[in-house]
């Protein structure tokens, strides 16, 4: 597991000790940064589920202001914070040692552009996160969230202030792409 682009490409990342996690392929990663191209830079990302923080890394290598790591496994942490200091981006980073759906429950924080959800598969965690996400400020107005799942684990979803916009497959990595406001707003701008 690498750093694929950016100031840090190249540097090697840690992996998580035990089974726990499901790290990303660099194929996936890669294939999402390349969809989210330039617009990546100066957001404030929100990694959550966050495993060993290679793709909120990612993110800050290619130019995102900030980004914040959610994850309750110690173990994860403690890669993270090593991940973080490996390729000198821990001054614009916060590792959160939490519950993703207590640190959605709080309110308060300046919201984020862009939150990357890939919770642990076939427990109905990315839809439940995506609710939460829904009914809280923490995704900025035209904000990006992403879902990565399993495919057969995709159904539609109804949401208030999400809407899908885009949808990816690659081998077993489903990536769906909503973002905050609906097609009503988007004919008044």
């Not at 682009?5 to 990663?29: E, F, H, N, Q």
């Not at 040692?97 to 429950?105: G, I, N, P, Q, S």
């Not at 990315?126 to 107005?141: F, G, I, N, Q, Y």
């Not at 949808?167 to 009503?184: I, N, P, V």
Request: aromatic share 8%; proline share 4%; glycine share 10%.
């Amino acid at each position: 597991m690498r750093v694929i682009g950016g100031s840090a490409k190249g540097c090697i990342l840690k992996s998580v000790p035990g089974s726990g996690t499901r790290p990303i392929t660099d194929r996936v990663k890669e294939a999402l940064f390349d969809i989210l191209g330039p617009s990546i830079a100066g957001t404030r990302f929100l990694d959550l589920f966050a495993g060993s923080g290679s793709v909120g890394i990612e993110a800050l290598s290619r130019g995102a202001a900030y980004a914040t790591f959610v994850e309750r496994d110690w173990r994860a942490i403690r890669t993270i914070e090593q991940n973080l200091a490996l390729t000198g981006l821990d001054g614009r980073a916060t590792v959160v040692r939490k519950d993703v759906f207590r640190f959605l429950a709080r309110q308060g924080e300046q919201p984020f552009d862009m939150v990357y959800i890939a919770p642990p598969q076939y427990q109905g965690l990315w839809v439940k996160t995506l609710r939460a996400l829904d009914r809280t400020s923490h995704l900025a107005e035209r904000g990006l969230a992403i879902a990565q799942i399993f495919p057969k684990e995709y159904a539609p979803l109804e949401l208030n202030s999400l809407t899908v916009v885009d949808q990816r497959q690659y081998g077993s990595t489903l990536l769906c792409f909503y973002q905050r406001g609906t097609a009503e707003e988007d004919g008044k701008d």
